[in-house]
């Protein structure tokens, strides 16, 4: 029975949730949140991979295959005019503080993008 998937920490959950090519495809390719968060802090913010699997909560392995994978969905939608919708994974969005009235350096929020502090 393999282990059971770590939840990745994300700081970024982009505004825009589709790409679509000039030239209509309806085939899609589908970026959890993870992945973006790893094309944002290694090709983005120009991050090495220690720190990027650092601030993601992830060992540098897992890093690598998230953003390899990442890497190859993205290729594969502009290569090949398919649509790209960001969305889904297993993550915990953290933010910097001013959400709420605790005194806590990171406010860390859950999918729905709830504080589990204040509910804000």
């Not at 392995?61 to 649509?83: H, V």
């Not at 969305?87 to 999918?111: A, Q």
């Given at each position: ?45 120009m991050l090495d991979q220690d720190e990027a699997a ?47 009235k605790y005194n806590t350096k990171v406010c860390i ?12």
């Amino acid at each position: 029975m393999p282990r059971p998937k770590k939840c990745r920490k994300v700081g970024f959950i982009p505004a825009n949730n589709y790409f679509l090519p000039k030239e209509k495809n309806n085939e899609e390719v589908i970026l959890n949140i993870e992945e973006i968060e790893a094309l944002r802090l290694s090709d983005f913010n120009m991050l090495d991979q220690d720190e990027a699997a650092k601030s993601m909560d992830v060992s540098r392995g897992t890093f690598q295959r998230i953003l390899n994978l990442a890497r190859y969905k993205t290729a594969d939608a502009i290569l090949n005019g398919k649509i790209i919708r960001i969305g889904g994974g297993d993550y915990e969005f953290i933010h910097s503080l001013s959400c709420c009235k605790y005194n806590t350096k990171v406010c860390i929020c859950k999918k729905d993008g709830i504080c589990m502090h204040c509910s804000k």
